[in-house]
């Protein structure tokens, strides 16, 4: 493929004539492309209605025949070069040019700390395969939807603890999803202040424009020293927003299968009026999800309520390419005018 070409007689090289560099290039104009078959055919068609219209001496000869010589085709020479002149006025009209675009896109991120609560009571099959498995699966979703943002993990049962700062290496916080596990927290129980605190203080010195905690549990709190509500204030007063999750069915939920093989089931209740007082207080939104659908739907309406703007710059280079079609028209053409001012245009066909 060539360049622009640096030297003047670059123009002169028979490879802008081949089928990869033609294929490369970006057409202004490529409607005019489709003349060149049409200029084609009415030369053929000039050439054939030629045949039936020349001129013949009105004279008697000898009866005999004629050796055909190849010189007899250099009459139409001249036609030949004139029809290739055309063509390539068509395509320098058609404006070949390459185009090197770059684009460079810039995000004012948002930081994001995903609280999970791992307790025992996530264990729970009514969201299948289990209720921390479905939020795990659904996390890691939602980290592929970001963009330059940074994500933070926290996990909380009696105790809570930052499993993964705020990063944007998101290969790492995959694997620390993936790793979350039953009885990773030996104290059982349902810490929710203790988890906002933890957050919070990984997001107290952030400068990003917007700070983001989403809490997902199944449970109201009963471990810990911190009371949630107090939390929540203390998320606002550092300008983070608060969104809640609550997960799992109300009732009885079957949770095992005993030696008989008869499942046991556990009454759940989901502390709702708790999570929605956080959400109120920290100015986000509190969401029930029921189902792993549904808890799909909620992290793609708060994908599209906490978006990172992006700008877009794009820098394009753009080089022409027809002068180099048409100093090889204007090549042709003195030589089709040095042709018709030769004996070649007058040579007889046999």
Do not use: C
Request: hydrophobic share 45%; proline share 3%; charged share 25%.
């Amino acid at each position: 493929m060539l360049r622009m070409p640096d030297d003047f007689w670059d123009w002169l090289s028979l490879e802008w004539f081949s089928y990869s560099t033609l294929r490369s290039f970006d057409w202004v104009y490529p409607l005019v492309l489709y003349a060149l078959p049409v200029v084609l055919l009415l030369f053929i068609l000039r050439w054939l209605f030629s045949l039936n219209q020349r001129n013949k001496l009105d004279m008697a000869l000898f009866a005999g025949k004629a050796d055909w010589q190849w010189t007899s085709l250099l009459r139409h020479l001249p036609t030949l070069v004139f029809m290739l002149f055309i063509m390539l006025v068509l395509v320098g009209l058609a404006r070949p040019q390459r185009v090197n675009e770059q684009i460079e896109q810039t995000a004012a991120g948002i930081d994001i700390v995903l609280v999970m609560d791992v307790s025992g009571s996530m264990e729970l099959t009514d969201i299948k395969p289990n209720r921390l498995a479905a939020a795990k699966e659904v996390a890691t979703d939602f980290i592929k939807g970001r963009v330059q943002d940074r994500i933070g993990l926290v996990v909380f049962a009696g105790d809570a603890y930052s499993l993964a700062p705020l990063t944007t290496d998101y290969n790492l916080l995959r694997e620390s999803i993936n790793s979350i596990g039953f009885k990773m927290i030996p104290n059982d129980g349902t810490a929710i202040g203790s988890a906002l605190a933890v957050a919070i203080n990984r997001m107290r010195d952030s400068e990003a424009k917007s700070k983001v905690i989403i809490l997902v549990s199944d449970g109201e709190n009963t471990a810990g020293s911190l009371d949630p509500e107090l939390a929540a204030q203390l998320a606002y007063a550092y300008g983070i927003k608060l969104y809640t999750i609550g997960i799992g069915q109300d009732g009885q939920v079957a949770y095992d299968v005993d030696d008989t093989g008869k499942t046991l089931y556990v009454e759940t209740q989901l502390d709702e009026s708790s999570l929605r007082k956080i959400a109120e207080i920290g100015e986000g939104s509190f969401f029930r999800a029921e189902s792993k659908s549904v808890l799909q739907d909620i992290f793609q309406n708060i994908n599209r309520l906490e978006k990172t703007e992006i700008t877009e710059r794009r820098f394009r280079d753009t080089k022409d390419y027809y002068q180099v079609y048409l100093k090889w028209a204007v090549l042709l053409l003195l030589f089709w005018m040095l042709l018709k001012n030769t004996f070649i245009t007058n040579v007889l066909e046999d």
